[in-house]
Structures are given as C-alpha cells and as structure tokens.
C-alpha cells in the first residue's frame, strides 16, 4: 500500500514535469511573462482538484468540494448544482451547508459513472444523501462482500445493485 506521503511525492514529480513542460512550450511560442503573473491563482486552481478531508473520509471519502468540482468540469457553481438538483452526480451535503462529492464516483476524465447515477436515482427515492453514499459504500453479501461502487467499478452488472438498491428503499419506506 501507498503512503500519503509517497502519493505526495509521486505528485509533486508528475506536476513539476507537466508545469516545466507547459513553460518551456510557452517560452517557445513566446507568451508573455505575465501570462503566469498570478502564481497564487494558477497554485489555488491546482489544488482545487485534490480530495478534501471530512469526517466521513473513511466510508464514503475522500471527497472534491464545489471549488475543486467547478474547476475540474470547466463549469459554474449553478452547473454544479443543476447536477446536484437532476441527481446526475453523488452529492452530499456537511452541517456547515457546503456540497462535498465522493471522489469514488468519477472516471479519470471526470465523467460520473453511468451506473452509479442509475443506482443512486433509485436510492435517492427513499433516503437522504449521506445514508445512500453509505449505502453504495457498505460491504453486502450480495456482491461478494464488496460494496455496490466497488462491485460497479470493477465491471459488475447493474441489475443486481439496482435489485438490492430497490428492495432496500421499500424497506425504508415502511
């Protein structure tokens, strides 16, 4: 297993190669300097991208915040919540009233997984955000001891989480 502090550094070294690589292309196409003039802006929208820390980090963390979201899609916050409003992507909201969104839940081009936008649709008919993330992320015999996201992400069929998923939510309902 990978320390944070390994993942750290296996970072910072894939960063300081793209961002060497991104101002030597800009020196030889002659951009100005003062393209790259606010270092804290370019820094903030960097690390905006990276998992924040919340007390549900160890069941359904780590997660992105709006910030990091809006910046990562190239959208805006209303996007963000029309997606948020429509369920097309997991979201859930911490006391303090800021989304947080289960890094689990995307692709590595920041789509949201397909299946899991099915499978949180039906949960969401019965519950609220926090108890449906915990859902996707607790271990159920159904799948092998796997959680409904680890079974998905693996490649496992649908059917059976949306069977599960449904059944519970008419529990929930009695």
Request: aromatic share 10%.
């Amino acid at each position: 297993m990978t320390s944070l502090v390994e993942q750290e550094k296996r970072l910072m070294e894939e960063l300081s190669q793209r961002v060497h690589r991104t101002f030597a292309a800009a020196a030889a196409a002659g951009v100005p300097t003062d393209a790259f003039a606010d270092v804290q802006a370019i820094a903030d929208a960097m690390s905006a991208a990276l998992p924040t820390h919340h007390v549900y980090d160890q069941v359904v963390g780590p997660f992105y915040d709006t910030a990091g979201l809006t910046r990562w899609w190239n959208v805006s916050r209303q996007a963000v919540s029309k997606r948020v409003a429509t369920n097309a992507v997991i979201a859930c909201q911490l006391e303090e009233g800021q989304w947080v969104y289960p890094v689990w839940q995307f692709t590595s081009s920041g789509t949201v997984d397909p299946t899991l936008v099915q499978v949180w649709r039906v949960l969401r008919a019965g519950a609220d955000p926090w108890t449906c993330a915990l859902w996707l992320r607790a271990p159920q015999d159904a799948f092998g001891g796997k959680t409904a996201a680890g079974w998905l992400a693996e490649g496992g069929r649908v059917d059976p989480v949306l069977a599960a998923a449904r059944a519970d939510v008419q529990r929930w309902e009695v």
